[in-house]
């Protein structure tokens, strides 16, 4: 029984130092992301899949028969509903709401970006958050500005304008993130790069207004739908590759117990993470030791 005893007592203290030293390894970016964003990720993947259900909430009430191959995704959000009018949307205001909802869900990936990858070890890779968060949040201002001004009012041109930043600067925002990220799959990296081509060959097409049989909707499909698509799948990456490496747990955290403390804010983790990469950085390398 001594024997047993003691040898649990020393296993045990062999195990204590790597429990405790284990939360001070994890980087800074993932305790404020695990005790006090954890929920981020869930919520891009329910408000950009929001979106298509509310087109096909829209068109099914559409008057007359609403195409998804000539008709625009404007046209489900158009306020006017005149007699004898080629377009009449009753839901007009579930399709503008969806679409400012798009809106929020790209500034709050943006914001998601910054704080997943702007603590990296890699320079491009800081470069490349900075990039992405700003071109993500810039295209999420766009959509909103799509919601808020339909196409039939389209003040000041604000409606495409709009449509312009929310595919433009969305999509480029994801190119930029599929060339230089390092630490993504490849399966997210080859996705991100091949459909940024194809919004591209679509883009050139609407602009110079050649649709080859496809449709004005269809075009207008095919540049807008990858990035809400992105919009998914990276809401499902962050929150699978958080909980595979153990870094959240299996339920989100909703309650203010065990998060941070108060002056934990994002400013103070990005300071404390910067100061800790440029320790490692420059730390000078270890003499060997002479055999």
């Not at 808020?148 to 009012?153: H, L, R, W, Y």
């Not at 997210?188 to 091949?194: C, S, T």
Request: proline residues 5%.
């Amino acid at each position: 029984m001594g024997s047993t005893d003691s040898s649990e007592r020393s296993t045990d203290q062999i195990n204590r130092p790597v429990e405790q030293a284990r939360p001070v390894t994890q980087p800074v970016r993932i305790r404020v992301f695990t005790n006090r964003h954890d929920w981020m990720g869930p919520v891009i993947v329910l408000l950009s899949c929001w979106y298509f259900a509310a087109q096909v909430l829209t068109a099914w009430v559409f008057r007359p028969e609403y195409s998804f191959t000539s008709n625009a995704i404007s046209d489900l959000g158009n306020t006017a509903c005149l007699p004898n009018s080629n377009i009449c949307s009753p839901l007009y205001v579930v399709m503008d709401a969806s679409i400012g909802i798009l809106g929020l869900a790209m500034i709050v990936g943006a914001f998601l970006i910054f704080s997943e990858f702007s603590f990296s070890e890699h320079q491009r890779e800081r470069a490349a958050a900075l990039a992405g968060f700003v071109c993500m949040a810039l295209g999420g201002v766009g959509a909103i500005l799509v919601g808020a001004v339909p196409e039939n009012v389209n003040t000041a041109h604000l409606h495409t304008v709009g449509t312009i930043m929310a595919i433009g600067f969305g999509q480029l925002a994801i190119l930029i993130l599929g060339l230089v990220l390092i630490e993504i799959d490849n399966w997210l990296r080859e996705f991100m790069i091949v459909t940024s081509l194809f919004v591209l060959l679509a883009g050139v097409s609407i602009a110079g207004k050649h649709q080859f049989g496809f449709g004005g909707g269809a075009l207008e499909r095919l540049a807008q739908y990858p990035e809400s698509v992105w919009l998914i799948l990276f809401g499902f990456y962050i929150s699978r590759n958080h909980s595979h490496n153990r870094l959240i747990g299996p339920h989100f955290t909703l309650s203010a117990e065990g998060r941070p403390a108060p002056d934990a804010t994002f400013g103070w983790a990005l300071g404390a993470s910067a100061r800790s990469v440029r320790r490692r950085t420059t730390q000078p390398p270890q003499r060997k030791l002479a055999a």
